[in-house]
Each structure stands twice: as structure tokens, then as C-alpha cells.
């Protein structure tokens, strides 16, 4: 109930004045379509040749209601009335109908932004402790569930309205009848409760069970040549197969309860419709006209009970989605980065960059990776960082790019501390090439775009001039041709060289190569290292590698043991040494 309740907080913190509306849109809506049941009383009395005046409360209003509107007391009469009624009705209903939708669709759309926003504004960290597979699944498949809470909600809150107006209203044509069907309606409530309370552990479970299925697809799949490459697809099939088999299970076992209860409600109604007209004249006193009214208001108001009991089954199958996005937002919250997705502002120099680390110590679960490392790099140098893996290359790295803090020691940027700034205002004047750049599924021209989106054509060419990445103008299409996904119809080395352009258009203060060239043959990367290395002094840039290429183009270069720089080398020629330690 506690999630329920949250889920109504939150929907109404989303959509503010507009949620009370359709509960009041959908009141008028139960009203519309009781009224216009109630109103055949009338015309049934008349039939059953009962008696002229009305006996009851609604009989009298709507009788009322037709010398208000000056219509006769007549069949003509009370036809009229009813078509009225029921275009009312429809009017009404598509509306309740349009709203509830905007509703729902824009609930789902809220929370998804609400979540990539707070991803994206989260530090790197929050990244680097979860797989890519469980936060697409927070933030795509569980807002879509959530959205299926939402409108079952809505659904529950519709029912509910529906049942109450039209007992109340059936109430005051015959209570005794009434009393006794809303009897009938707890007690089958009651006893088909444990299907709810199982549902929502199959929602509980189907949330974990949907999150290890989507992370482990994601994953296989990029991994596809892998898999190929070391036959392997049967294990792949298998993994995956298990997850979709315990999704099938949970499905079936909720989709076959729902039907249970449908079953339940929708037979044992109408039994006790049989036995209503049946017995109903003899044993309540009451003419045949008001039986069959009250037989045609619970004959529509059944499915409604009936629904309401799915509804409930449903959202508990649901509910647990609400909970994982909650705790799922809540988790990118705390790592938030001070300032967010705020777009950078304040402090911006130009030109190289001067970089100084003063005794920088990075701390995880208590093991130092980094440790007491000082160091200053020069506006404008060319640094090369080298050492074994685990020797802390791309923590130091992390540091500089401010994705990490360090647990002591501080990181300055031409002398401005980046403790005291957002890292986002550091960022923006930096140029990054991975191992394996990221490229988008769309044009050249649109993937060079992405960090400087107003970049006019020609400067787009120029820096694809800067970046040696001739062979652009070879394509076909130009700028405007398609790179496939992740790059695919692109060589190594041309990814790279796209990435260098689309760096260069930010105009970048430090431009940092993490192992950049390290899958290209060797003609590839001398071609992407002279295009590097034609870079030196008018930004400063900083590489991890064990390339010999890039080493050679360097100024300095650092080698790295346990989290310390070891050596401290100025290349003078193709190989240097410093205090007797070979850096090559």
C-alpha cells in the first residue's frame, strides 16, 4: 500500500492539476452512464403496467428532470432523455479516455528523462559500479512497466468510482437487492486476495529477472564476435534462454491468475443474476421493471468489480517497478556531481593547458591505487604515461579529467584548483580519444557535430584537414555518409582520425589518448601519430600507451609502478633513460 500511495504522490508531483481533473472527468463519466441505466425505469414500469407514480428517489428525480427540460412524461419522453444521456456519456468517456493517456504517456516520458538526467549528471563513479545492461533497463523497460502502474491505477481509481456511484445510486431504487449483491461482491474480494499478494512477488521477482536478462544481452551481443570467435553461441543461447524461460513462467503464472479471477467474478455473478430474476418478484417484493433495472446496472457494474480485482493483480506485478526507478534515482542522486547537467560556465582560459598534481592519493575499500603523486605537466608538452596494468595509469588519468577525486592531494589547472570548480568547466576544454572511439549510427557530419553541435560545414572539413582524415572526401556522400553502428563502416584507423577531428572542433586545451592507437596496425598509427604529433605546442596532450610510435613523438614521458611514478624521462631520441631506468 505504502508503494501504491507513493506511485499516487508522484504521479500527481508529474502531471499537478490535471490528475484531480480526470478523477473528476471520470466521476462525471460513472454518473453519465448510471443516470442513463436508471433512466429505462420508467419506460419499465410502464411495460410492466405498474403503477403511474414514481415509488422511489431516482424514479422521482428523473421524472423531475424531464419537466425541468420540458419534456413529456412519456416513452417519446424518456427516449429523448436517454439519447441525451448517452451522448453525454460518449463525449465524456472520450475524453476521460484522451487525458488518462497524455497522462500516462507523459508519467513515462518524466521519469525516463528524470532518470538519463540523473545518470548523466552523476559522477563517473556511479557508472563504473554497475553494468551498462541493469541502468538501460532502469531507465527504459522500467518506466515502461511503471507506466502500466499508472494506468492501472487510474484503472482502480475509475472502478472504484464506477462501483460506488452506481450502488449508491442502485441503493435508492432497491437497497435490499443491493445490500445483497454488494454482499456477494466482498465476499468473492476476499476470497481471491492471495492472488494479489502473489502477483506482487512475481512483480518483485520479474524486475530482478528482466534487469539480469537485459545487462546479459547487451552484453553477449556486444560481444558477438567473441562468441563466434570461440564457438560459443550455444552457451550464449543457453544463458539468455534461462532468463526468458523464467520470464515466460512469471508471465504465464500472472496472465492464468488474472483469468482465474475473471472467472470467479464473472460466473458467479451470473448465477446470482439467474437467481435475482428468478426470485427477486416473490422474495423482495419488488416489481419485474425495477428487477431488470437493477439486473442491467450490475450486469455493466460486474466487469467493472471484476476489473477492479485484475487491476489490483496487475499493479502489484508493477508496483516493483516504481520502487527499483525510485531507488535507482535516488542512487545517481547521491553520486551527483556538483553542478549537474548545468551547462559549464565561468572560469574558460585559452590555449594550452598547465597541469599540476600535488600529492594525489586515490583510496578504494581501503587499498591506495594511486599514491603521493606530484607531478607538473607544461602548457603545450606532449606526456606519455607507461607502466604494467594496474599501475594506476588511468586512475592518474581519471584525476587530471577530473572524472575522479582524490582521496587527498589536489589537481590544478593553470592554477585554479579543481576542488573549487565544477569538473564540467575543466571538461569542456578537453579533447578525449579512447582505444575505441565512440561513433553514433548516423552521418559523419552528425558525429563530428555531437560536442560543438553549430559547426558550420567548412569548419568541419578543416578540421577534418587538421586531422589528416582525408579520405572523407573519397566517400560518396561526403560528410553526410552513414558510419554504421559503433563505426562499423569505418577502418580503425579512420574512426580514430573522426575522433581527432571531432575533438579538435571544440578546441581543446588538453587533448588525452587513452591507448588511442593501441589496435591499429603500424601504418595506421603512424599516419594517426603524425597527425598527433602535428599538434605539439598549441595543446598540451597526454597519452596512456605502451605504443613505441607514440612514445617517440613525446616530449616526456612518465613511467608508472603501484600507483607511483617510478621514472621521469625528456625524449631526446628514439629511446631515453632517467636515473638508469629504461622507459621503452
Not at 501 to 522: F, I, K, M, Q
Request: net charge neutral; hydrophobic share 50%; with cysteine.
Amino acid at each position: 500500500m505504502g508503494s501504491f500511495s507513493a506511485l499516487i504522490r508522484d504521479a500527481y508531483a508529474v502531471a499537478g492539476w490535471r490528475l484531480p481533473l480526470l478523477v473528476v472527468v471520470t466521476f462525471a463519466s460513472a454518473l453519465l452512464e448510471g443516470a442513463t441505466i436508471a433512466a429505462l425505469l420508467p419506460l419499465l414500469a410502464k411495460s410492466a403496467g405498474g403503477p403511474d407514480g414514481a415509488s422511489d428517489a431516482v424514479s422521482r428525480f428523473l421524472e423531475g428532470l424531464l419537466a425541468f427540460l420540458g419534456l413529456p412524461s412519456t416513452t417519446d419522453g424518456v427516449a429523448i432523455l436517454i439519447g441525451v444521456l448517452i451522448l453525454l456519456s460518449a463525449v465524456v468517456f472520450l475524453y476521460q479516455a484522451y487525458l488518462s493517456s497524455r497522462l500516462q504517456t507523459g508519467y513515462v516520458a518524466s521519469w525516463q528523462h528524470r532518470l538519463f538526467s540523473a545518470f548523466f549528471a552523476a559522477d563517473y563513479s556511479f557508472f563504473r559500479s554497475r553494468r551498462a545492461g541493469d541502468l538501460i533497463a532502469s531507465a527504459v523497460t522500467e518506466p515502461q512497466r511503471l507506466g502500466g502502474a499508472f494506468y492501472q491505477a487510474n484503472l482502480i481509481v475509475t472502478s472504484i468510482l464506477y462501483i460506488v456511484v452506481q450502488v449508491v445510486i442502485a441503493l435508492l431504487i432497491a437497497p435490499v437487492v443491493v445490500a445483497l449483491l454488494v454482499g456477494v461482491g466482498c465476499l468473492l474480494f476476499v476470497a481471491t486476495r492471495v492472488l494479489v499478494r502473489r502477483a506482487l512477488a512475481h512483480g518483485r521477482e520479474m524486475t530482478a529477472v528482466n534487469a539480469d536478462f537485459q545487462a546479459d544481452a547487451g552484453e553477449l551481443m556486444a560481444g558477438a564476435k567473441f562468441v563466434k570467435a570461440t564457438s560459443t553461441e550455444v552457451r550464449a543461447v543457453s544463458r539468455l534462454g534461462a532468463a526468458i524461460e523464467r520470464l515466460r513462467q512469471l508471465t504465464f503464472a500472472n496472465s492464468f491468475d488474472v483469468q482465474i479471477v475473471r472467472a470467479v467474478f464473472e460466473y458467479a455473478s451470473g448465477l446470482l443474476v439467474v437467481i435475482l430474476l428468478a426470485a427477486g418478484p416473490s422474495l423482495f417484493a419488488i416489481d419485474v421493471g425495477t428487477i431488470l433495472v437493477i439486473v442491467a446496472m450490475f450486469v455493466r457494474l460486474f466487469p467493472k468489480v471484476t476489473g477492479l480485482r485484475q487491476c489490483l493483480q496487475s499493479i502489484g506485478l508493477a508496483l516493483p517497478a516504481f520502487d527499483a526507478v525510485v531507488e535507482r534515482l535516488a542512487e545517481a542522486g547521491a553520486a551527483r556531481e556538483p553542478g549537474g547537467l548545468v551547462a559549464p560556465t565561468g572560469w574558460q582560459d585559452h590555449g594550452a593547458a598547465s597541469i599540476a598534481l600535488e600529492d594525489v592519493s586515490v583510496e578504494v575499500n581501503a587499498r591506495k591505487i594511486l599514491s603521493d603523486v606530484s607531478l607538473q605537466i607544461p602548457a603545450g608538452a606532449f606526456v606519455v604515461i607507461t607502466g604494467p596494468t594496474g599501475a594506476g595509469k588511468t586512475t592518474l588519468l581519471d584525476c587530471i579529467l577530473g572524472l575522479r577525486r582524490p582521496t587527498q592531494g589536489s589537481v590544478t589547472i593553470d592554477g585554479h584548483s579543481l576542488n573549487d570548480l565544477p569538473a564540467s568547466v575543466w571538461r569542456k576544454g578537453i579533447g578525449y580519444l579512447g582505444q575505441d572511439p565512440v561513433l553514433f549510427n548516423a552521418s559523419i557530419a552528425d558525429n563530428l557535430r555531437w560536442i560543438v553541435p553549430k559547426t558550420t560545414d567548412g569548419e568541419l572539413r578543416a578540421a577534418l584537414g587538421r586531422a589528416s582524415a582525408g579520405f572523407v572526401d573519397g566517400l560518396p556522400s561526403g560528410i553526410e555518409a552513414m558510419v554504421g553502428d559503433h563505426g562499423s563502416r569505418l577502418s580503425g584507423g579512420e574512426r580514430q582520425r573522426l575522433a581527432l577531428a571531432r575533438a579538435l572542433l571544440g578546441n581543446p586545451r588538453l587533448l588525452v589518448l587513452d591507448e588511442a592507437t593501441s589496435a591499429l596496425d603500424a601504418a595506421t598509427e603512424e599516419s594517426v601519430v603524425a597527425s598527433i604529433r602535428s599538434l605539439k605546442g598549441e595543446i598540451t596532450i597526454v597519452a596512456i600507451t605502451h605504443r613505441p610510435a607514440l612514445v617517440d613523438a613525446a616530449d616526456l614521458v612518465l613511467e608508472m609502478q603501484d600507483g607511483r611514478v617510478v621514472s621521469f624521462a625528456r625524449i631526446t631520441g628514439p629511446v631515453a633513460t632517467s636515473q638508469g631506468v629504461r622507459i621503452l
